[in-house]
């Protein structure tokens, strides 16, 4: 790669000499000989820059009679400079003309992106755009849509619990797992005077939210006054993968309120009871 | 802003996981049930097991005696939070307002203000912000303390006071939890206050703080990103080159700090050193806007070097590359206005971190989101998305209520047809049962009171037998025959019959006390059957009440739900319909945008193509022209 620029670089110092060594020709042969092709180069700098920033752009012509420097410069000196502030990248092209034609040089103005901080630093307030007006608006519609559903979801069960949970019979069952508790519970079966009432297979999810001290209402049903017997039945997998299965019998007793009844769950290698029976 | 606000996000969120929801020892299994749901991002339902719970505290006579009291704090602060996750600032504020208008204590309303300046904060409400941090004094909660320090630096940031923020970020330094946004935000601080070099050096350290988390690490990537660029921009390249050389490679901030290290030494005129950042960013992600600039900074490096014919391949790469990108970014814009976003945004179940939308990509059919990537870290947008999440949840709630609510009508006819055949002759039973109990009981009462009477004034004929009534009677009715005649057999007749009342009388005296305690433990005897009646009939009547109460009364709760639920569906799904629609003209702006630069990236890589092979060709020929 270096062998090949400094070729490059050697070429264009020959060519220079070439231009140079025409330019000094007698005046009767370049009368007779046709005319000379203009040339221009063109050059800024920095070549890149951040967005609206001051760029200089530098240009020197031959045989040329007029310049013209797009964009957004035009006609100019047949060499000087001048600053521009391009907003985005922009290719500056300059064009010599004269009496053996015109050439053109170019050179490209890149705009570094992203934001600069002493850009962005200013207040935030009166920067809302129109959409974030419109996204605020219905924001704030949307939060009356959940207050109205919340309300009505209140009612919703309140609804479904006098008829189909009066208080009178209402037996709710609630499961928790014993602190810093470190097996996977991996499901509940619970009977109640040898019926099936619920048989529940936890989630990873689930199952993190009770280990993080979150209860789980498994069940809720009608029962009617008076002791109850209670089967449960765990099953779940110790840290090393080993699956272990508990269960525990309990009698509760169920009276004119409604009764609620914790079960607080432990795997073997605890010291706590592994299904212990809580009342509410 | 935008860098300061992401910043200002990433502390907040520090400062909200620092606190745990839950305290040892439940005593209340329904605030358990609702931490249970809020664990898994059900805010809806905790908030509604959480509120029916808190409203049934503040209307008990003693709430002390509620199990809800020992968590009453941590629950009043709960409905707040999970109101903030279920993105409803208002109720939310509101929620907090009434803890700390509440008796609460100095430290629980001093955390309560800290909660409400924060939501302020996040409205940009600042103002309110800062009129709600003025209200903490006394004594602060030892784990919000740095919390609420560090808030009101960012509120003096964000309202043009960087002076004040700098003297609380100063005092703040200490702070090793918080230590590296402190020190970025205080670097950011110094430069709004016009105290560029202390900035830099600020940034500088906050740039080579010891990290381990991603947090830790994003912010310390971000002090150098923005150091670096301050750095470029005074025209120091060289050390703004090394401040962006520590950028992690694998981070957040990575093809930014690649991009600008290679402007570094591109500025400097080292191109070929420039080529090395560039080179490893430009084999990136091709649809990230930094990796697209570097595609046409590389052949801007090689032409620079002169190299042109290599430039020239190159910038032909370059058009290829935004030919593509091009089509992909008009298929994604056509695959939105089909609607095919929200239809992806509904179908991806995970949503657990921020990038979620990103994985949509993956999707049959879903558009680039790639392209979206610059929306997501902003918060109004994230939360446009989430609402229109919410609003599908609850089209789906209320379509099940209204389903409910037609199943609730169906049991309250068939109960009705069940019972109202049944229920008058049960009725009727009842009656005559009942005034049948009624007369024992009154029975039961008398002797009871009678019992009480001769305990003062003895009375032994009331302890008489049947069989000693009859014969006291017997005796009475031979005494009135026999009369007062003085015939000797008469007389004789009466003498027997005295005799015979006094027999009894003396049995009845002597008798009197064994016979009056085994009325007591006869009547005492009593007492079970009566209770186990009077519990019979309490049951019957608390079923007999039931049975009514099961269908009887529900009519025009009903007909007011099921309107209710009517309306909530039609405002629902006239808000999907346009939060739908805005997200879609969002996210279209935004790819509209993101086509425009690939145009115009286009275009110079066009003329990158001409340019370079024109010049190669001169090279070439002012080469085999010599």
């Known amino acids: ?280 | 802003m935008q860098a300061i606000r992401q910043l200002i996000g990433l502390g907040l969120a520090l400062a909200l996981a620092a606190r745990p929801a839950a305290g040892d020892g439940l005593r209340d299994l329904y605030f358990g049930e609702a931490l249970y749901h809020a664990y898994q991002g059900q805010y809806f339902d905790a908030l509604q097991r959480l509120d029916t719970e808190l409203a049934q505290y503040h209307v008990v006579d003693e709430p002390e005696l509620d199990s809800l009291h020992y968590h009453i704090n941590n629950a009043e602060f709960s409905v707040g939070d999970f109101e903030l996750d279920y993105r409803m600032h208002q109720r939310a504020g509101r929620a907090i307002k009434a803890v700390l208008e509440g008796a609460v204590d100095e430290a629980v309303r001093n955390e309560a203000a800290f909660r409400l300046a924060r939501i302020h904060f996040q409205k940009d409400q600042l103002d309110d912000a800062l009129q709600a941090l003025a209200r903490i004094k006394g004594k602060v909660p030892e784990e919000i303390r740095g919390d609420v320090e560090f808030l009101k630096a960012n509120v003096y940031l964000a309202t043009g006071q960087p002076s004040e923020a700098v003297k609380v970020l100063a005092q703040l330094k200490g702070n090793e939890r918080l230590a590296g946004f402190v020190a970025y935000n205080l670097g950011i601080a110094l430069l709004q206050d016009g105290r560029p070099q202390e900035a830099i050096e600020q940034l500088d350290k906050a740039g080579q703080l010891p990290a381990s988390d991603p947090a830790g690490l994003a912010i310390r990537d971000k002090s150098n990103l923005v150091l670096g660029t301050i750095l470029f921009e005074l025209g120091n390249f060289e050390r703004a080159k090394q401040s962006l050389d520590r950028v992690h490679l694998e981070g957040p901030f990575s093809n930014q700090a690649l991009l600008r290290a290679g402007w570094a030494d591109a500025s400097a005129q080292q191109y070929d050193r420039a080529l090395v950042p560039w080179n490893i960013l430009v084999d990136r992600e091709p649809t990230d806007a930094a990796v697209q600039e570097v595609i046409l900074a590389v052949p801007h490096a090689y032409a620079s070097l002169k190299l042109h014919g290599r430039a020239a391949l190159l910038y032909g790469h370059a058009l290829e590359v935004f030919s593509n990108q091009l089509e992909r970014v008009d298929a994604s814009i056509s695959s939105i206005r089909e609607g095919r976003f929200l239809n992806a945004l509904i179908r991806e179940e995970s949503r657990e971190d921020e990038t979620w939308v990103i994985r949509l990509r993956n999707l049959p059919d879903a558009p680039e989101t790639y392209y979206l990537m610059g929306l997501m870290a902003s918060h109004d947008f994230q939360t446009a998305l989430q609402n229109y999440l919410d609003l599908e949840d609850l089209r789906s709630r209320l379509t099940a209520w209204k389903t409910s609510l037609d199943a609730f009508d169906d049991i309250i006819r068939l109960r009705g047809q069940n019972y109202e055949p049944l229920l008058p002759e049960v009725d009727a039973q009842f009656q005559e049962l009942d005034s049948q109990m009624r007369l024992r009981i009154e029975q039961r009462r008398h002797l009871a009171e009678r019992l009480q009477a001769i305990l003062t004034a003895p009375r032994p004929d009331y302890l008489a037998t049947a069989e000693e009534q009859i014969a006291g009677e017997r005796i009475a009715r031979i005494e009135n025959q026999l009369g007062d005649s003085e015939d000797p057999e008469s007389l004789a007749l009466r003498q027997r019959a005295a005799h015979l009342r006094g027999a009894l009388r003396w049995r009845l005296e002597t008798e009197y006390n064994e016979r009056l305690t085994a009325a007591y433990v006869h009547l005492n005897e009593l007492n079970a059957p009566v209770d186990a009646l009077t519990r019979q009939y309490d049951a019957f009547v608390r079923t007999r009440q039931a049975a009514t109460h099961s269908y009887v009364g529900y009519d025009v709760q009903i007909a007011r739900l099921r309107e209710r639920v009517g309306d909530g569906l039609q405002r629902v799904d006239m808000l999907i319909a346009r939060q739908g629609h805005m997200i879609e003209t969002v996210a279209i702006n935004q790819l509209e945008s993101r086509r425009e630069r690939l145009v115009a990236q286009q275009t110079e890589a066009r003329f990158g193509v001409a340019d370079s092979y024109d010049r190669a060709a001169r090279a070439q020929s002012g080469g085999e022209g010599h």
């Open chain 1, 1 to 280: 790669m270096r062998f090949h620029s400094l070729r490059i670089a050697a070429l264009f110092g020959l060519a220079a000499l070439a231009l140079i060594a025409n330019g000094k020709k007698p005046i009767s042969a370049a009368q007779l000989a046709p005319p000379t092709s203009p040339s221009v180069a063109l050059s800024a700098s920095p070549a890149s820059a951040p967005a609206g920033q001051p760029v200089m752009l530098t240009w020197s012509s031959t045989n040329a009679t007029s310049i013209t420097l797009e964009p957004s410069v035009g006609p100019v000196a047949t060499q000087g400079s001048t600053i521009v502030k391009p907003s985005q990248s922009t290719t500056y092209t300059v064009t010599a003309t004269g009496p053996g034609g015109s050439a053109h040089a170019t050179a490209q103005v890149i705009i570094t992106p992203g934001p600069s901080p002493t850009a962005v630093q200013k207040p935030s307030q009166g920067e809302t755009t129109s959409e974030q007006r419109q996204m605020r608006g219905l924001d704030e519609q949307i939060q009356e849509i959940k207050s109205d559903a919340l309300r009505m979801s209140a009612e919703m069960s309140q609804l479904e619990e006098k008829l189909l949970y009066p208080s009178g019979t209402q037996v709710a069952i609630f499961v928790a797992l014993a602190k810093g508790d470190t097996m996977r519970l991996d499901a509940v079966r619970l009977q109640i005077d040898g019926q099936l009432v619920a048989h529940y297979i936890y989630s990873a999810k689930e199952l993190q939210a009770l280990r993080k001290g979150g209860v789980q209402r498994i069940y809720v049903g009608n029962v009617s006054t008076g002791d109850h017997k209670l089967d449960v039945l765990i099953d779940g997998k110790l840290e090393g993968g080993a699956d272990f299965s508990r269960t525990g019998e309990f009698t509760f007793r169920k009276e004119v309120k409604p009764k609620l009844v914790g079960l607080t769950l432990a795997g073997p290698r605890s010291s706590n009871i592994p299904i212990a029976l809580g009342e509410w």
